[in-house]
């Protein structure tokens, strides 16, 4: 399976809105940018395996890189330096 | 600690290991007896016997069940087993968490299997490459059963950066190392907060981490699951294996705290 993105690439979350339990991709990570730190691999995707389906197709995981004070980018920034590290789907990703 | 195997054998026989219903059956039981709450007689009829009555109580703790897997309706055996799970919460006999505890026990599952990896990889630097290239495949070497795990990612802490790890969407762990979670892992205090201020929460939780250190939180969102390689202990040149598991504690390898030091371990040891 080809994968979308590289190491590196920046990319957005989608904000798309959802309702209930199940979808593997934050709110507080919805519309914001980040990087590809690594290429986790795919897997059978959970957010359809939650509905009894079968998973397929397989979808492709990446872990993000957030610089956490712009995540946060209402709020004072805390000192230092701070990431945030979240595994993302592809279906969720965009290119930036 | 002696374990008996209570009336295991006449429960439903499975090709692949005990269900979710069995496990907890087994580890239900064993308490009840334990407890001196049912006579083995009395636990014997409970795994065959009746309708206790309480199916509105069954349907609300199904309903907030959702680590059970169960594809087909219920039987009456598994109905059973609930409900009485139930009635002891109720009565504040057994806890939820004890249920949890016990599973991990019957199966053998501890921060200590953590330790070991953690232990390895401080000793022996070729095991520490396997390990990051692939954390499955170096946790099996140990003996750890990796069955249920779709992928491990460890990751290291140093004098410069500092991992802590969350579940904000649930309380996704590496319960194959290191057993259950702990209540505060799934507390919603600390999934809320250790993404916002992250130094804060584990100040409050003893670790005081220099502003040079960089703190990266790991969201553990999906397929894969997290293990902190914490620093190694200043003054620990020489020691054995077994001896440096001791120092790494459950919390450590979630990024809630260094490993502990030879002056702390002695500390507890008095």
């Known amino acids: 399976m080809s994968f979308r993105y590289k190491q590196g690439d920046r990319v957005r979350v989608l904000e798309t809105l959802t309702l209930g339990h199940h979808i593997r991709s934050p709110q507080y990570l919805r519309g914001k940018d980040g990087v590809v730190a690594d290429i986790r691999g795919s897997f059978k995707d959970p957010e359809l395996l939650s509905f009894g389906k079968d998973g397929l197709p397989m979808a492709n995981l990446y872990s993000i890189e957030f610089d956490l004070a712009h995540v946060w980018d209402d709020r004072p920034a805390p000192k230092g330096a701070n990431k945030i590290y979240a595994d993302i789907f592809e279906q969720w990703l965009e290119p930036r | ?270």
């Open chain 2, 1 to 270: 600690m002696a374990k008996e195997k209570p009336e295991a054998s006449t429960e439903p026989a499975s090709t692949e290991g005990p269900s979710y219903f069995e496990r907890r059956a087994r580890a239900t039981a064993d308490l009840l007896k334990e407890k001196g709450v049912l006579s083995a007689d009395e636990t014997r009829n409970v795994k065959h016997g009746h309708d206790h009555g309480h199916d509105d109580v069954f349907e609300q703790l199904h309903a907030n069940n959702p680590i059970d897997t169960t594809e087909h309706e219920h039987t009456l055996f598994e109905k059973q087993m609930l409900a009485i799970g139930n009635l002891l919460r109720e009565k504040g006999i057994i806890s939820t968490d004890e249920v949890r505890r016990k599973i991990d026990e019957n199966e053998g599952v501890s921060p200590h299997q953590g330790s070991r990896v953690v232990a390895r990889a401080w000793t022996d630097p070729e095991y520490k490459k396997r390990l990051f290239e692939d954390g499955i495949a170096a946790a099996e070497e140990l003996g750890v059963d990796m069955s249920t795990a779709n992928q491990l990612i460890a990751v290291e802490n140093s004098d410069d950066v500092h991992h802590v790890v969350v579940c904000t969407l649930c309380s996704c762990y590496p319960r194959q190392l290191l057993g259950q979670p702990p209540d505060w892992y799934k507390s919603t205090n600390y999934r809320t907060r250790v993404v916002v201020d992250p130094r804060r929460v584990l100040k409050e939780m003893g670790l005081e981490l220099p502003e040079p250190v960089e703190v990266r939180v790991v969201d553990s969102t999906a397929e894969t699951r997290y293990l902190v390689l914490p620093r190694r202990p200043e003054g620990t040149e020489g020691w054995s294996e077994e001896q440096l598991a001791g120092l790494v504690t459950r919390n450590s390898m979630v990024g809630c705290s260094n490993a502990l030091t030879p002056m702390q371990k002695e500390m507890m040891a008095d």
